[in-house]
């Protein structure tokens, strides 16, 4: 699986949209890109997956360049509960989810 | 989403004990499922896949004598820590991957606090 590289931490103010990129310049074309976050103590959330197209649910959007080799994950209005390490993976369906290191998220108010 | 079930959420014990953690879907049976260790600041790392009905698939480097995976039903794997040692001390999560839908995801418990003293 292909490999993601992450900024380690950024900030976001409370209210705004919290906009948390991945780079994944190697990603083949039968690769998803998920997303995860872990909040402190806790089990990794699910928050959304995609493979090409742009991805929106409940949670959160999913923006995939067109050339696959970068992808944003958005969370158009951050909360303090939304205080959270986020995971970028990118993996064939089928294989095993690899963390890296993620984006620790701080939503100040 | 599908639920999965880790228990228990914090264990203490004494240097050379075994400790056992559950991990248990509830609402979906899952074939495969992972188990993770985290130390305090860092990324989960992957330790094994284990199947249900048979051998679990460890990563490399990670002691499988060490850290036993039994997988014996569709919705239950446990592993055990064995002869722990304060080094094993750290934060073990679980994982399911529900196969339901267009495409899979993988659904974590709320992980388990091991303290070897």
């Known amino acids: 699986d292909a490999k993601t590289t992450q900024p380690p931490s950024m900030d976001c103010a409370e209210g705004r949209a919290a906009n948390l990129p991945c780079n994944h310049s190697?990603?083949?074309?039968?690769?998803?890109v998920y997303w995860y976050r872990q909040i402190h103590s806790q089990g990794p959330q699910y928050i959304i997956h995609?493979?090409?197209n742009n991805e929106t649910n409940e949670m959160a959007s999913l923006i995939i360049t067109e050339d696959r080799k970068s992808s944003t994950l958005i969370l158009p209005h951050a909360t303090l509960r939304d205080t959270a390490v986020y995971y970028c993976?990118?993996?064939?369906?089928?294989?095993?989810?690899?963390f890296g290191t993620g984006t620790s998220l701080t939503v100040i108010p | 989403g599908a639920v999965v079930s880790q228990h228990p959420s914090r264990v203490i014990c004494k240097s050379g004990t075994s400790v056992k953690i559950e991990c248990r879907s509830l609402?979906?049976?899952?074939?495969?499922m992972f188990w993770y260790r985290q130390f305090p600041k860092q990324s989960l790392m992957l330790m094994a896949t284990?199947?249900?009905?048979?051998?679990?698939?460890?990563e490399q480097g990670v002691e499988k004598d060490k850290f036993l995976i039994n997988h014996a039903s569709l919705t239950l794997s446990t592993l055990t820590v064995t002869s722990a040692h304060p080094e094993d001390s750290s934060f073990y999560i679980c994982?399911?991957?529900?196969?339901?839908?267009?495409?899979?995801?993988?659904?974590f418990g709320s992980g388990t606090q091991l303290s070897v003293l």
């Open positions: 994982s399911a991957r529900d196969l339901g839908g267009r495409n899979e995801k993988l659904f």
């Open positions: 190697t990603i083949s074309g039968n690769e998803y």
């Open positions: 995609g493979l090409k």
């Open positions: 993976i990118v993996r064939v369906e089928g294989n095993q989810f690899y």
């Open positions: 609402d979906f049976q899952a074939t495969t």
């Open positions: 284990s199947n249900e009905g048979s051998k679990a698939t460890y």
